[in-house]
């Protein structure tokens, strides 16, 4: 559906009460739903179910724990560089209780948090950040008395939904490091079940508005994995999307950092990049909406495996990767970037969508090359493998 479709479907007053509302021009909130809708692989006719629900739909109310963690996730959903990236998060939601963003402190917080709790009892969408300690009865984190695990108990009782967020929450993440002193765990180990989340550190805050856009729109939250990741977000490798996937294919390595490979924007396995073994779509959304290039393997940095367990602060930075099955990339973008191109985010949500529907394809455009050659990338990246073996 277009926008311009959308907005014939919406009336013209619920529009002008939305742009007053969020401060932003109608046209930049439709391509906000159109995006939302790709970066979910959502069916066609979704982006008007997320504008009419964003527009008329009674916002969630969110209450959200700090546990073990540096605040990073909080920060990437305020501090985006998209400037209205923090307004649609805190306009799609009502944060009704948020540590770091708390104007309250002591007793009135605690009361801010049991009342809202209480007038939303069973409605509520709790998030979670940070890891809990168990070991020792859970003593190293407490907050108004209560340590981490009895207060996400109590706080998971009588919520619609949990969700956790960043890898601390999700898996234990940068605490759980070992010999993870604290007993650094999980929400859903604490709560003893898989329950949605959303890891990385920090985690992509495009993949949370998702998630709880979803949650609004359709009442439910999005088809996660066995690991209860949203598949929209973590069905695929980095190694899949990675721009420098044809660099590796061509068994072309940066071997040190500025080296000339590494000043070429060579493939940086060899480096410990660990995009082979981490499922995320970081390679495909970017972060901050600054455009080409902003994500950490982008930057020229290895990725480090921040939102996979087992991965990320677990195995050594520049350790190899594991190749865990050689699959083709859904396709092979410029190698060399064109400076100062932005992608929009409509843009970046799509090249997403598109990537999640090529799955499977046997043979690529090598584009990057520059001659529309088409080749057997299975046979490439085997022959890759072995280069990197030897
Ligand atoms: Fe920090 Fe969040 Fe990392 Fe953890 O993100 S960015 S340590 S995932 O819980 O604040
Ligand atoms: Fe990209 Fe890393 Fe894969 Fe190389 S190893 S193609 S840098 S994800
Ligand atoms: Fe993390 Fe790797 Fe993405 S380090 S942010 S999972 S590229």
New binding site residues.
Partial sequence: MDEITIERNLDALAMEKLESRLGISRRAFLQFCVAMAATMGLPAGADAAIAKAVASKKRPSVIWLHFQECTGCTESMLRAEHPTLEKLILDVISLDYHETLFAAAGHQAEAARKAAMKANKGKYLLVVEGAIPTKNNGIYCKIGGQTAIELLKECAADAAAVVAIGSCASWGGMPSTPPNPTGASSAGEVLGKVIPNIPGCPPNPYNFLATVVHFLTFGKLPDVDELGRPKFAYSR???EN????A??AAGR?AKEFGDEGHRKGY???KLG????ETYANC?AILFGDVGNASWP?GTGH??IGCSEKGIGFAKPIHAL?EIRFVTPPTGFPHVIEEQGKGASLGAAALTAAIAGAAVGAGAMIAKNIGKGVKIDEGDTAKKSAERVES
């Fill in positions: 490798l980095i190694h990675c721009e420098r996937r660099h590796f390595f493939c940086l396995y990049c660990k995009g082979p390679p393997v290895p990725c990767a």
